[in-house]
């Protein structure tokens, strides 16, 4: 008679379809987090008003090799004065997406703080980071690595996982893209992390 309880659990962890992905939308106001929540609910656009506290959502995204993965989203107001809230929602969170506004030159110095200053929070070490560089519609958008400069990516722990991705979230474009290389990331982080309990 093998170990029921380890055999099962070996089974679902194999079978990570079935769960959701707890994911944070993080990044400054205006930067599209809501925009790209509801485009990947209803697929379209839906006009949004400023985030004053959080939206939240389930929602099932086919990725690549049509692979279902459902993600709950919480998508958490970015004014200057509900900042010291995101803390709470990236508690045991999988993943953080943080979107960025590509035409807003001048405050991407303080998108760099604030994304440094989740990503070193130590209950996020270790928490893959989508940065998603939005409104790449824009004429005068900035380049990825003109973003992946200001944003100082090169600076970020070298234990935190990110992937930067283009994307024009009133359309849709790159955000399944994004999404599929979110949940590779959050995958290899669950074998690592169940390889190093196995080890103990
Ligand atoms: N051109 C363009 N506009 C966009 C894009 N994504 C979002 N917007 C617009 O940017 C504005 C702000 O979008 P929101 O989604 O409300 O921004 P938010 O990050 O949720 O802002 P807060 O809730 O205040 O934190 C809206 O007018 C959107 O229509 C994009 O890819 N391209
Ligand atoms: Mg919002």
């Known amino acids: 008679?093998?170990?029921g309880l380890s055999d099962q659990t070996s089974i679902l962890s194999s079978l990570p379809s079935?769960?959701?992905l707890h994911v944070v939308i993080l990044g400054l106001d205006c930067a599209g987090k809501t925009t790209v929540l509801y485009r990947l609910q209803f697929n379209e656009?839906?006009?949004?008003v400023p985030t004053k506290g959080f939206n939240t959502e389930k929602i099932k995204v086919t990725l690549g090799n049509?692979?279902?993965?459902t993600f709950h989203f919480w998508d958490v107001g970015g004014q200057e004065k509900l900042r010291p809230l995101w803390k709470s929602y990236t508690?045991?969170?999988d993943g953080i997406v943080f979107v960025v506004d590509s035409v807003d030159v001048e405050r991407m110095e303080e998108a760099k703080t604030e994304l440094h200053k989740i990503t070193r929070i130590s209950e996020n070490q270790g928490v893959p980071v989508l940065i998603v560089a939005n409104k790449q519609d824009l004429r005068n958008s900035l380049s990825l690595s003109e973003i992946e400069k200001l944003l100082?990516?090169?600076e970020l722990s070298s234990s935190t996982p990110w992937h930067l991705q283009p994307t024009c979230a009133i359309i849709g474009d790159g955000l399944k893209e994004?999404?599929?290389?979110?949940h590779d990331m959050i995958i290899k982080r669950r074998?690592?992390?169940r390889q190093q309990k196995k080890k103990r």
């Open 1 to 3: 008679m093998g170990n």
């Open 18 to 20: 079935f769960q959701s």
């Open 45 to 48: 656009f839906v006009n949004t």
């Open 66 to 69: 049509s692979k279902t993965v």
């Open 91 to 93: 508690r045991c969170t």
């Open 152 to 154: 100082a990516m090169g």
């Open 178 to 182: 994004g999404l599929e290389k979110l």
């Open 191 to 193: 074998k690592m992390l």
